[in-house]
Nanobody, 123 residues
Framework: DVQLQASGGGSVQAGESLRLSCATS????????IGWFRQVPGKEREGIAC????????NYGNSVKGRFAISRDMTNNTMYLQMDMLRPEDTAVYYC????????????????WGQGTLVTVSS
């Protein structure tokens, strides 16, 4: 079975950092682009970061550019999202996802999804 297990969410103060992890299994991690998304209840899902299979090129949403960093570890099939200088508007449920093909910002193009981890940032 395909599994993506997100973890690392929590409650922090504005300006602090968090690192999200997403452990994957059940598919060939190296053959998939990966992405992180977030969603606030009542709002549309937002693509915030994605990275390709092997060349390391990453893309970020404007709202997180310069503050968040996506990475992947092929040795343990895990993806990460380092989040620095967190703001109250970053409060959301964060999801990891994988797609076979080039990285995309549109979540509808992703094949596999994790269950989400809640990040709460207070001012």
């Amino acid at each position: 079975d395909v599994q993506l297990q997100a973890s690392g969410g929590g409650s922090v103060q504005a300006g602090e950092s968090l690192r999200l992890s997403c452990a994957t299994s059940g598919f060939t991690f190296a053959d998939y682009s990966i992405g992180w998304f977030r969603q606030v209840p009542g709002k549309e899902r937002e693509g915030i970061a994605c990275i390709g299979k092997t060349d390391g090129r990453s893309n970020y949403g404007n709202s997180v550019k310069g503050r968040f960093a996506i990475s992947r570890d092929m040795t343990n099939n895990t993806m990460y999202l380092q989040m620095d200088m967190l703001r109250p508007e970053d409060t959301a449920v964060y999801y990891c996802a994988a797609r076979r093909g080039w990285p995309r910002a549109n979540g509808d193009e992703y094949n596999f999804w994790g269950q989400g981890t809640l990040v709460t940032v207070s001012s």
